[in-house]
């Protein structure tokens, strides 16, 4: 759908920001904005199963509006769905299970690639639901803020595949890098073209920012994270912006996140933009400020990393955080967050305080 056809945008601070652009106060959003921590999602998912949510557009896009609601100074949306709708996508059965988490039936053995992954899979026909979910949530925001869509990577997407849930170790799929590499290498490739056609389909549907989420990057080391993880990360920001190209659709407008937990051993890689196109690194909690920007040299854009527990501090204490946060990084290439998505039972009040004290602060320190 051309961006004609929907309502104009009235907030591109955050769009700005990503592009290195002067803004007047620090854009912020919430990774997992809409979440158990809010009660009216508490009731919702009373009455909807999480998967229900995901691939009935109408409830996926009531799901997203929910925090926009609540926190007007919000200044992005992010699409609600899950990771693992690609997974589910090339065929694999992925249940979401109470208490548990998403739970996959997996990969037991290298030969099941075959057999439990179905390549030949329409992945647009697939993800038509969340496609139709982004352009009716475009419409339903009015051009309040953007709208954020999200994948997740490679790496990650296979840890789930082979481990069948949450792990401590990923003792399983750190198996297959060093028992099995060149099928290792014939999964990810798998999942990498899945990746970049469902960041392009969301593009065509209306999101105007995209976020890879590799939220298990964290469990490698350098090595493994050189020859596994970034070379299909930079081949995604590369694909989706080749491909858009093609399709005569402006990749200028439509910037990209790159958020990999755990991988401070690779932030210098991560900003090195001769081997990306990424205009943003998400930074976790772990990353001192000026070792991000240092990294960063002003070539990204930085996205973080405020520690979500801090968000169980008393409301004074969070604003002290937050305002040593904003002026550690400044209001220059730099978008706030949290270091991870929100915990289910923090009050929903500390995140009010969170948004308004970014743009209290970053207000503060770009008229000094």
């Given at each position: 759908?051309?961006?004609?056809?929907?309502?104009?945008?009235k907030?591109?601070?955050?769009?700005r920001q990503?592009f290195?652009?002067?803004?007047?106060?620090?854009?912020?959003?919430?990774?997992?904005?809409?979440?158990?921590?809010?009660?009216?999602?508490?009731e919702?998912?009373?009455?909807?199963?999480?998967f229900?949510?995901?691939?009935?557009?109408?409830?996926a896009?009531e799901?997203?509006?929910l925090?926009?609601?609540?926190y007007?100074?919000?200044?992005?949306?992010?699409i609600?769905?899950?990771?693992?709708?690609?997974?589910?996508?090339?065929g694999?059965?992925?249940?979401?299970?109470?208490g548990?988490g998403?739970?996959?039936?997996?990969?037991?053995?290298?030969s099941?690639?075959?057999?439990k992954?179905?390549?030949?899979?329409?992945?647009?026909?697939?993800?038509?639901?969340?496609?139709?979910?982004?352009?009716l949530t475009?419409?339903?925001?009015e051009?309040?803020?953007?709208?954020?869509?999200?994948?997740?990577?490679?790496?990650?997407?296979?840890?789930?595949?082979?481990?069948g849930?949450?792990?401590?170790t990923?003792?399983?799929?750190?198996?297959?890098?060093y028992q099995?590499?060149?099928?290792?290498?014939?999964?990810l490739?798998i999942?990498?073209k899945?990746?970049?056609?469902?960041?392009v389909?969301q593009?065509?549907a209306?999101a105007?920012?995209?976020?890879?989420?590799e939220?298990?990057?964290?469990?490698?080391?350098p090595?493994?994270?050189?020859?596994?993880?970034?070379?299909?990360?930079?081949?995604?920001?590369?694909?989706?912006?080749?491909?858009?190209r093609?399709?005569?659709?402006?990749?200028?407008d439509?910037?990209?996140?790159?958020?990999?937990?755990?991988?401070?051993?690779?932030?210098?890689k991560?900003?090195?933009?001769?081997?990306?196109?990424y205009n943003?690194?998400?930074l976790?909690w772990?990353i001192?400020?000026?070792?991000?920007?240092t990294?960063?040299?002003g070539?990204?854009t930085?996205?973080?990393?405020?520690?979500?527990?801090?968000?169980?501090s008393?409301?004074?204490?969070?604003d002290?955080?937050?305002e040593?946060?904003?002026?550690e990084?400044g209001?220059?290439?730099?978008?706030?967050?949290?270091?991870?998505?929100i915990?289910p039972?923090?009050?929903?009040?500390?995140?009010?305080?969170f948004?308004?004290?970014?743009h209290?602060y970053s207000?503060?320190h770009?008229?000094?």
């Amino acid at each position: 759908m051309m961006e004609k056809e929907f309502p104009e945008l009235k907030n591109d601070t955050i769009i700005r920001q990503a592009f290195g652009k002067k803004t007047s106060y620090i854009p912020v959003w919430v990774m997992r904005q809409a979440g158990r921590y809010l009660p009216e999602f508490r009731e919702f998912r009373q009455h909807h199963s999480f998967f229900d949510i995901c691939e009935t557009p109408e409830l996926a896009c009531e799901a997203t509006m929910l925090p926009i609601r609540r926190y007007p100074s919000l200044d992005a949306a992010i699409i609600f769905s899950d990771i693992l709708v690609i997974p589910k996508a090339l065929g694999m059965d992925v249940q979401m299970v109470e208490g548990i988490g998403p739970v996959v039936d997996a990969l037991e053995q290298p030969s099941q690639i075959k057999t439990k992954i179905h390549v030949d899979n329409n992945i647009d026909g697939e993800l038509d639901y969340l496609y139709k979910a982004i352009t009716l949530t475009r419409h339903t925001l009015e051009g309040k803020v953007p709208l954020i869509g999200f994948a997740g990577g490679p790496f990650t997407l296979m840890s789930y595949m082979i481990e069948g849930q949450g792990s401590k170790t990923m003792s399983k799929v750190k198996r297959w890098f060093y028992q099995n590499p060149i099928e290792s290498h014939e999964l990810l490739d798998i999942l990498t073209k899945a990746i970049i056609q469902s960041l392009v389909g969301q593009v065509k549907a209306g999101a105007q920012m995209l976020q890879v989420f590799e939220s298990h990057a964290g469990y490698l080391g350098p090595r493994q994270f050189d020859e596994f993880c970034l070379p299909y990360l930079n081949r995604i920001s590369y694909g989706v912006k080749e491909q858009l190209r093609e399709q005569n659709l402006d990749t200028n407008d439509v910037p990209m996140i790159l958020f990999a937990k755990g991988a401070h051993y690779a932030l210098d890689k991560m900003c090195d933009t001769t081997c990306h196109q990424y205009n943003v690194i998400g930074l976790d909690w772990t990353i001192d400020a000026d070792r991000a920007k240092t990294a960063s040299n002003g070539r990204v854009t930085l996205q973080g990393n405020l520690d979500p527990c801090a968000l169980y501090s008393n409301q004074d204490d969070l604003d002290y955080l937050v305002e040593q946060m904003v002026q550690e990084f400044g209001n220059e290439r730099y978008i706030a967050n949290l270091g991870h998505g929100i915990y289910p039972d923090v009050k929903w009040e500390n995140v009010a305080t969170f948004v308004n004290a970014v743009h209290k602060y970053s207000k503060i320190h770009s008229n000094k």
